[in-house]
């Protein structure tokens, strides 16, 4: 049973940081593309990130300069500073095997529940 347990999420005044994590079991994750999406209510879930099993990263545009990704054996990180009210959302991570990075919801077999991130003005 594969497992996907997001961290960190929270309220923060804007320009403030937040770091997330993404805890992983139930598979021998090092072969694994992990990544971060997010969503807020009436929109598509929107990728932000992914990290490679070979440290490879993306990031979306929404984040550039701003959010780092990092993993560590069975744990991704993803870093987020100068946050601005429209990173308000929830945060979703994700994993499949393989090792491209990819930025579509659809190439990731397995989800987490969630973390919510509000930024205030």
């Known amino acids: 049973q594969v497992q996907l347990v997001e961290s960190g999420g929270g309220l923060v005044q804007a320009g403030g940081s937040l770091s997330l994590s993404c805890a992983a079991s139930g598979r021998t994750f090092s072969w694994y593309t992990m990544g971060w999406f997010r969503q807020v209510p009436g929109k598509e879930r929107e990728f932000v990130a992914a990290i490679s099993w070979s440290g490879r990263t993306d990031i979306g545009d929404s984040g550039k300069g701003r959010m780092t990704i990092s993993r560590d054996k069975n744990t991704m990180y993803l870093v987020m500073n100068s946050l601005k009210p429209e990173d308000t959302a929830v945060y979703y991570c994700?994993?499949?095997?393989?090792?491209?990075?990819?930025?579509?919801?659809?190439?990731?077999?397995?989800w987490g529940q969630g973390t919510q991130v509000t930024v205030s003005s």
């Open positions: 994700a994993a499949d095997p393989g090792e491209l990075t990819r930025r579509t919801t659809f190439e990731y077999q397995y």
